[in-house]
């Protein structure tokens, strides 16, 4: 019981940091209408995303250590402390009263059996068995990165060149834990894309239609393998996924074009940086 509990700290920890690190950044840089409507997941996302510049930036000084990690932490949540107290503004995504959604039995159902999904693949990654990527390079290059103090050249490994946005948050969350935390990591990805496709597919039909959405994206056999690993292609998929959203809320917006073309240009640039096929 200790193990669970232990692990779903450390993840719910790890989320909320990246969800208020991106809270702070929504609001600082882009006024707080940067993210509609996906608010929820996009300040999750924006908040890895800045997560992983911080991290690379320790890693180029040679800084990457629990030590750091702590005091940049800290004064990162005292930041958000600091703002927060001179802002009426709260944490959580005010609902439009004109977007309200009524749910019917279809969309608890369903709604309930994906939650009930969830549960079993997130106690399938609890498993401290390591897959063969995750082995080669996804957390084998992160650990090295931590034992050297940042980046350094690992001999006859060709995939330590690959772009590694996503083994930044793994390095993060082996310092924190171990490589279950980081496989955790990677689960967290297919949920918040999972939430995100309900939210957009919900938002222009009913609840219900959109959990059939976010069953169809993990009815994918390639989906529910994933997410028991430390891989990197559901990051992939949430930040390609966001991007592309982004353009079009762009596309669609009367105002705030410039910021949802920023925040898309973000999402893509991190897209770019998880998988080398990511700059297409």
Not at 137 to 150: F, M, R, S
Not at 260 to 268: D, E, N, P, T
Request: glycine share 10%; aromatic share 14%; proline share 3%.
């Amino acid at each position: 019981m200790s193990y669970l509990l232990v692990n779903l700290s450390g993840l719910v920890g790890l989320v909320g940091v990246f969800y208020v690190t991106g809270w702070f950044a929504d609001q600082f840089l882009l006024a707080g209408r940067g993210l509609d409507p996906l608010s929820g997941v996009g300040r999750f996302g924006l908040g890895a995303a800045v997560w992983m510049g911080l991290l690379f930036c320790l890693a180029a000084l040679g800084l990457l250590n629990a030590a750091m990690l702590g005091l940049v932490l800290l004064m990162t949540l005292v930041g958000v402390w600091r703002y927060r107290r001179t802002t009426d503004i709260g944490f959580l995504p005010i609902r439009d009263s004109g977007t309200s959604m009524q749910y019917d039995w279809s969309a608890r159902l369903l709604g309930a059996g994906l939650l009930g999904l969830l549960g079993i693949l997130w106690l399938q990654a609890l498993s401290p068995q390591i897959s063969w990527d995750s082995a080669a390079y996804h957390l084998t290059v992160p650990k090295l990165y931590l034992e050297h103090g940042g980046f350094y050249r690992i001999p006859f490994n060709v995939y330590s060149n690959w772009p590694l946005n996503t083994q930044m948050l793994f390095a993060m969350a082996l310092m924190v834990g171990d490589h279950v935390l980081a496989k955790l990591v990677h689960f967290i990805f297919g949920v918040a894309t999972l939430l995100a496709v309900y939210r957009v597919v919900a938002s222009k039909s009913a609840p219900w239609v959109g959990w059939l959405g976010a069953a169809l994206f993990v009815a994918n056999p390639v989906v529910l393998d994933e997410m028991r690993a430390a891989y990197v292609d559901l990051a992939f998929a949430f930040f390609f996924f966001l991007a592309f959203m982004f353009v079009h809320y762009a596309v669609e917006a009367d105002q705030d074009r410039s910021r949802k073309l920023l925040v898309a240009g973000v999402f893509a640039g991190v897209a770019a940086g998880i998988k080398p096929t990511g700059v297409m």
